[in-house]
């Protein structure tokens, strides 16, 4: 699958229930005789000016070095490799193309390395719905055609409309409107050797929530996804990683040089790095660990150590613990500085000197609290907590039964080694449960949001 972009804007889709608009940036249409489809004219008869059938149209190459491609040739099904040129063609018509000249006239050509095949390089092909945030398909193409502007591309095809009249069946939608998308906004092939690039603006592209981006990647093959993360910054298409199916996780990561997969890992949540690398096989694994820095692979490490089906295994050691004797003003400080790499800020769990959980204290707590008041006299010392060795269901219940954004994990002797949020449980059970159960109301505290 080739994959280029066209920014969806609502101006930019062309709908009808007619034909092609003659309006806007289509006005040019004005000026042509007919407008046909490219699966309208594929099959058709090509004849020459003696009236001999020479062939039919099998393809059409292009040259596309301006806004639209524009045919420069029709293969005649005869020769893979030969083609009439655009030149030779006296009209296009819904019936058959005729020729201006008689086949013995030595009028075919080889194709230039400058064209491009249509049905290899565009049709089937997909486009990036920026407003969607979707991959759409290009299921046929307009072409207008004129003895003066010859053949001309106007746009891609992107509806069902495109797709039933493809097999025959658009009588079955006639009512249904068109979804047509300008040539313009579809960036040329750099070489005829090259995947279909994304367009000129990546800006747009980074305006995507992570969770559309991971959307968009899995619905890609498997040689296009690293590439297409390239166009995000790191921290989004981190966040855009953690979103994805554990499967689509592995394969890009294993598509990476080292030194890509150590950067994606090292800024992942401990828990979606230690997940990765878990299903990784061993020796690249280690290999990756070996490349991580110090805190951070101790980190994973730990984390890989436990079981799978584990609350170990799901919590995130990002998140913020503090002592007793700190201040509201000293705390509100910390979390200013902390918030970019804590997983949540809504809860603030209070430690002893030797790391075990005493208390947590809310963010509504704490902004109601007086300034100079300590963490000891506004927290909540009775905590709702599950221990490492708990499994994801228990771990659901508790998260679910007590109405909670994140639950804290603690080992043997009670001393505190991280969090789950209900976004992981989500991410665990929503496969596994469906919508119901407990599904339904983590679903519901989840759009409380986070702080």
């Known amino acids: 699958m080739q994959i280029f972009e066209v920014p969806m804007r609502e101006t930019d889709e062309v709908r009808q229930k007619g034909g092609v608009r003659r309006s806007g940036r289509c006005a040019f249409l004005n000026t042509v005789e007919r407008v046909y489809y490219f699966s309208q004219l594929l099959g058709k008869p090509i004849i020459d000016a003696a009236g001999r059938r020479i062939g039919k149209v099998k393809d059409m190459v292009v040259k596309w070095d301006g806004a639209a491609p524009s045919v420069t040739g029709i293969k005649t099904g005869r020769n893979e490799l030969e083609l009439v040129p655009i030149q030779f063609v006296a009209e296009v018509g819904a019936k058959q193309v005729q020729l201006a000249g008689e086949a013995g006239e030595n009028v075919a050509r080889s194709i230039l390395d400058t064209e491009i095949s249509v049905r290899k390089w565009l049709l089937d092909k997909q486009i990036i719905d920026i407003k969607g945030a979707r991959l759409v398909r290009v299921n046929d193409i307009t072409l207008a055609w004129g003895p003066r502007a010859g053949l001309e591309m106007v746009a891609v095809d992107i509806g069902v409309r495109g797709l039933l009249r493809r097999l025959g069946l658009e009588f079955l939608v006639r009512n249904m409107a068109h979804k047509f998308i300008g040539w313009q906004h579809i960036k040329p092939l750099q070489d005829t050797t090259s995947s279909l690039q994304l367009t000129r603006d990546k800006e747009q592209l980074r305006q995507l929530h992570p969770a559309d981006v991971a959307d968009i990647v899995e619905q890609m093959d498997y040689n296009s996804r690293a590439g297409f993360l390239r166009n995000f910054d790191l921290q989004q298409a981190v966040e855009a990683l953690a979103d994805m199916e554990p499967a689509t996780q592995l394969e890009i990561i294993s598509q990476l040089d080292q030194e890509q997969a150590v950067e994606f890992l090292e800024n992942m949540p401990p828990d979606g790095a230690a997940a990765i690398l878990r299903d990784l096989p061993d020796d690249k694994s280690r290999a990756l660990l070996r490349l991580m820095p110090g805190n951070s692979a101790v980190n994973v490490q730990k984390l890989m150590s436990y079981p799978d089906d584990t ?138 949001g986070r702080w």
């Open 311 to 448: 609350a170990g295994a799901l919590m995130t050691t990002k998140y913020l613990g503090l002592r007793v004797q700190d201040t509201v003003a000293g705390v509100i400080d910390k979390i200013r500085e902390l918030a970019p790499v804590a997983e949540t800020i809504y809860s603030i769990y209070v430690l002893d000197a030797g790391g075990a959980l005493l208390g947590v204290v809310s963010l509504r707590e704490l902004i109601l609290a007086r300034q100079g008041d300590n963490l000891a006299g506004i927290m909540q010392e009775k905590v709702i907590s599950v221990h490492c060795s708990d499994s994801h269901r228990k771990v659901a219940d508790i998260i679910n039964k007590y109405k909670l954004l994140a639950v804290p994990v603690i080992d043997d002797q009670g001393k505190m080694l991280g969090i789950i949020t209900v976004d992981d449980v989500l991410a665990q059970l929503l496969p596994e449960r469906g919508r119901g159960d407990v599904g339904v109301s983590l679903i519901i505290n989840r759009r409380l």
